[in-house]
T-cell receptor
Framework: NAGVTQTPKFQVLKTGQSMTLQCAQDMNHEYMSWYRQDPGMGLRLIHYSVGAGITDQGEVPNGYNVSRSTTEDFPLRLLSAAPSQTSVYFC??????????????FGSGTRLTVV | AQKVTQAQTEISVVEKEDVTLDCVYETRDTTYYLFWYKQPPSGELVFLIRRNSFDEQNEISGRYSWNFQKSTSSFNFTITASQVVDSAVYFCALKGASNYQLIWGAGTKLIIKP
């Protein structure tokens, strides 16, 4: 049982480049989400999904796209990277949007630097 | 609006001391969930506890205990007999029943000195 798997763990992009951060879970969780963590701040929600084919915006969605074609996968796309998107990105999943006793399961994070 | 405040940016104690991390929250939801997560230097997020708004029982798990008080909108976390391995950033988070967003505090960096 791998839990939530994020790839890559580290990435350096040049301004204007695009890339996709991968997130996969093997727990059959309906709910998946992407957060970013900036120094001195808590995590902030970028996008989330409550099931295959359903996505919605979080607190800081600008510059990011998501899709959910399967229950297992929830990739995050940066369309045109900017230095402001330098951050650590976490993918999280849950059975019921955090209402289960186990809360959310987080991936190990992707450290992204945009130069 | 929902908000989580962790006023203690950094706490430093000597090993074996007890330490309490404060968390104060704001929400208009009558049903909500409170969480604590640990982020060790390696960077992963480790789930510690979830508490429902309708369950005010305090909880103890080994050296960890949590004090939930709705009257003061607080959900404080105490580590008894701290150990160096407890050194980490600890986050308190809130989720209202009316939405899917987990609102995070800014975190408290806990340093346990040997």
């Amino acid at each position: 049982n791998a839990g939530v798997t994020q790839t890559p763990k580290f990435q350096v992009l040049k301004t204007g480049q695009s890339m996709t951060l991968q997130c996969a879970q093997d727990m059959n969780h309906e709910y998946m989400s992407w957060y970013r963590q900036d120094p001195g701040m808590g995590l902030r929600l970028i996008h989330y999904s409550v099931g295959a084919g359903i996505t919605d915006q979080g607190e800081v969605p600008n510059g990011y796209n998501v899709s959910r074609s399967t229950t297992e996968d929830f990739p995050l796309r940066l369309l045109s990277a900017a230095p402001s998107q330098t951050s650590v990105y976490f993918c999280a999943s849950s059975r019921t949007g955090g209402s289960s006793i186990f809360g959310y399961t987080f991936g190990s994070g992707t450290r992204l630097t945009v130069v | 609006a929902q908000k989580v405040t962790q006023a203690q940016t950094e706490i430093s104690v000597v090993e074996k001391e007890d330490v309490t991390l404060d968390c104060v929250y704001e929400t208009r939801d009558t049903t909500y969930y409170l969480f604590w997560y640990k982020q060790p230097p390696s960077g992963e997020l480790v789930f510690l506890i979830r508490r429902n708004s309708f369950d005010e029982q305090n909880e103890i798990s080994g050296r960890y205990s949590w004090n939930f008080q709705k009257s003061t909108s607080s959900f404080n976390f105490t580590i008894t007999a701290s150990q160096v391995v407890d050194s980490a950033v600890y986050f308190c988070a809130l989720k209202g029943a009316s939405n899917y967003q987990l609102i995070w505090g800014a975190g408290t960096k806990l340093i346990i000195k040997p």
